[in-house]
């Protein structure tokens, strides 16, 4: 780049965008390479780069000079004596599915000439370990380096010599003068299962995978620890001093085996094909496997042609490696959409560029609510993780705000419902924020409507669910006021799907017969958030007719037994919705009504302040355990599910189980059903 040039404002972006990535990929580099303790999965890591490198690419002009690109690893650690390699160790190039391997395999057919197109590939696993060379001088183990930056390493010499499976003696080499064999140092599962369970109780340190294991153990400073350490050497390749007359890589592989190397499966192949369905196969077999593998690398078989293809600065051309699905992903999150669930709750979605992840492409991505919005404290227009593990549903698992680009702004709840656009609240101590128009928002309609003709609700019971759905679908019936209408489309009823005529008189029947309800019932039906049976009952007791209950204040619904702060905000802004004071006129208006509710002044109830708790079957009265528990409730008490030693009395019917006997372990009053009939008579 030349200094000299000035910038324009969108190259200072391209570059500050850059240096960002370079940041962030130095900052893993180190704590990946030099802490063997990385912070983010390799796939992230992956993702990072190669933005970087898409940068670079689109602007080389641009590119930095201490851009950690075009190196591999990090630099060696200090503590070690360097050695510097004879032949540079690389990294390998990757692809993620079965076009980019077709892809490379076709820049491989370019640089071949004709006869040698379409070459043998012979396949490996992808060991997750770290690389290391070893050196045999007339077949007598001298030294052990690690890959280091690529062109320099550390000797950890002393720390190879106590891994078991290295053959410090090779009878096969006595005459070959300097033998270089490479291959992966790593941790089988089960030794990094028993490390970590013994660095647990010693209080030592944990590590995050096999790989970080094998890292931290070879690099220990101390033999004598590192000797204690499950380590395993596979070889997987020959760099000096192979025999002349092995010319495949297949063939070096089986020559190591021979000599006393601890070599991994291979296999030879012709064609794309048979390299995916080999890559599928183990797929579905490597958790099997006694160590990790994060893919498969592909190799041009014949050496002759590896090094006929040469390398790049970083990566040879002859070979590659085949990754494995990621379970977690970099992407941008493009928007924020505000969806209305069947019960009113509005959740925020995620839309997502859409990003390759546990194997599928995802493009939505829930966000919960407005709360962890915050907590992730993520914008439109960054950078997320996203994290898909198994069926399990994607998460955003990091917000990149390293990477945040400069012109966002920070997410805030929606005023109004995006479907019915009737105000949306939060209630105080929830989670999630909800639109305010119930008996209005097409969103929540069908719910409502099912509601509303339930049996404890308006007890429609010749209105099947089934039936209101479709009428729901086909438009006939959109609010529950609607329900009151239908008889003027008698004759369409008629011949909607077969539903005949017997079937419409009785539906239009039991619509006449719920007209005349009770408020309570009513209460109930129009299906207020918070506002259950018992609730219901209370709210009618308290303001004995709807026009009170619906210009009651909020602290004049926390008068009313059982009601708390959030509910009475619940019940307030359901009437100070347009749209369901609307739906409620109609109602009335279509004559659903009620009689006035007696008010009792609640200091004369016998029962004020108990608590009570019904269990088994009330045969005297074959009265319900719903029922039951109005009775109690009209004379002052509560009614509560379970028993504790603050429950007045148990009303206990025939085949009391385990409450009874919890009742009579505390001294609770158990009241037999004879005696609770002479107490309502009463
Ligand atoms: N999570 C992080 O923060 C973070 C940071 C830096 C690097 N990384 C990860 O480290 C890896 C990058 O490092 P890399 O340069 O070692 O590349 P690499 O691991 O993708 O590929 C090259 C390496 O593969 C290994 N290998 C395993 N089996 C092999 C076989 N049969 N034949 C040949 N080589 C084989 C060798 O050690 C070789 O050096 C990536 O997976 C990257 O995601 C992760
Ligand atoms: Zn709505």
Redesign the pocket.
């Known amino acids: 780049m030349n200094a000299n040039k000035k910038l324009d404002i969108e190259q200072q972006e391209i570059v500050a965008k850059m240096r960002a990535l370079i940041n962030e990929v130095r900052k ?2 180190n ?3 030099v802490m063997d303790a ?9 993702q990072l780069r190669l933005s970087l490198i898409e940068l670079e690419e689109r602007y080389p002009d641009l590119t930095q000079s201490d851009s950690p690109t075009a190196s ?2 990090d630099d060696p650690l200090p503590s070690f004596s360097q050695v510097k390699h004879d032949i540079p ?4 190039g ?1 692809v993620f599915n079965k076009d980019d391997l077709t892809e490379f395999m076709r820049r491989v057919n370019d640089r071949l000439s004709d006869k040698d197109k379409d070459p043998s590939y012979e396949v ?8 290391v060379s070893l050196k045999y001088h007339n077949g007598h183990f001298v030294r052990g380096v690690t ?1 280091g930056d690529g062109q320099t390493g550390e000797d950890i010499t002393q720390n190879v010599r106590t891994i078991n499976n290295i053959p410090l003696v090779l009878e096969a080499a006595f005459d070959i003068d300097v033998l270089e064999v490479r291959g ?1 140092v790593l941790m089988p599962k089960a030794g990094f299962e028993r490390l970590n369970r013994e660095a647990k109780q010693s209080e030592g340190k944990v590590f995050a995978n096999p790989r970080n294991a094998a890292a931290g153990s070879l690099r220990q400073l101390d033999p004598a620890v590192a000797a204690n350490r499950p380590l395993a050497f ?1 070889a ?2 020959v760099n000096q001093g192979l025999p002349e007359h092995i010319t495949q890589q297949s063939a070096a592989l089986a020559w190591l085996k021979e000599i006393g190397f601890t070599v ?1 499966e291979v296999k030879v192949v012709n064609s794309v094909d048979q390299v995916q369905s080999y890559y599928e196969s183990v797929i579905e077999t490597r958790n099997s496997l006694p160590f990790e ?3 498969m ?1 592909i ?1 041009v078989d014949d050496l002759q042609l590896q090094s006929q293809l040469g390398h790049l600065s970083r990566e040879p051309r002859w ?1 590659t ?1 085949y ?1 494995f699905p990621a379970e977690t992903a970099i992407t941008k999150l493009n928007a924020i959409e505000w969806q209305v669930g069947r019960t009113g709750q509005i959740t925020p979605v995620g839309k997502l560029e859409p990003v390759q992840v546990g194997g599928v492409t995802v493009s939505n991505v829930t966000l919960h609510n407005i709360g962890e919005i915050q907590r992730l404290d993520v914008r439109v227009g960054d950078t997320v993780s996203v994290h898909r593990a198994g069926d399990v549903i994607p998460k955003v698992t990091r917000v990149w705000h390293e990477l945040r680009p400069e012109d966002t702004e920070s997410v805030t709840l929606p005023a109004n419902c995006p479907v019915c656009d009737s105000p949306v609240v939060l209630p105080e101590g929830e989670a999630l924020a909800r639109c305010t128009g119930e008996l209005f928002c097409p969103a929540q309609q069908q719910e409502a409507l099912i509601h509303f003709v339930s049996r404890k609700a308006m007890d429609i019971e010749g209105l099947g669910e089934r039936w209101l759905i479709s009428f729901f679908e086909q438009g006939i019936v959109k609010t529950v006021a609607d329900i009151y209408h239908l008889q003027e489309h008698k004759a369409d009823l008629v011949n909607f799907d077969r539903l005949g005529e017997k079937s419409v008189n009785n539906m239009l029947t039991a619509i006449e017969e719920s007209k005349n309800t009770t408020l309570s019932r009513f209460i109930y039906a129009i299906g207020i958030k918070g506002v259950g049976e018992t609730t219901a009952q209370n709210l009618a007791q308290h303001f004995g007719d709807l026009p009170p209950l619906m210009e009651a204040s909020i602290e004049a619904l926390e008068a009313v037994p059982d009601i708390g702060t959030i509910t009475a905000e619940l019940i307030y802004n359901f009437f100070r919705a347009e749209h369901n004071v609307e739906v409620i006129e109609a109602l009335q208006q279509a004559g659903v009504h009620w009689d006035k509710v007696e008010q009792v002044v609640s200091d004369n109830l016998p029962l004020e302040g108990q608590t009570w708790v019904i269990t088994g079957t009330l045969v005297e009265s074959g009265m319900s355990r719903d029922d039951a528990k109005a009775r109690l409730q009209v004379l002052g008490a509560k009614v509560s599910g379970s028993v504790s030693a603050k429950t007045s009395a148990l009303l206990a019917g025939e085949k009391a189980g385990s409450k009874l006997t919890k009742a009579e372990s505390l001294g609770v009053r158990v009241v037999l059903e004879e005696e609770f009939l002479a107490l309502i008579e009463a």
């Open positions: 893993h580099n704590a990946y390479y990385p912070t983010i999965s390799d796939n992230e890591y992956d591999v690893g160790m690389l990294s390998l990757n490996e696993l992808k060991l997750d370990g770290l690389a890959r992966e596979y997987y390749s991994s593998i994060d893919g690398v190799k070979a490696a990754k």
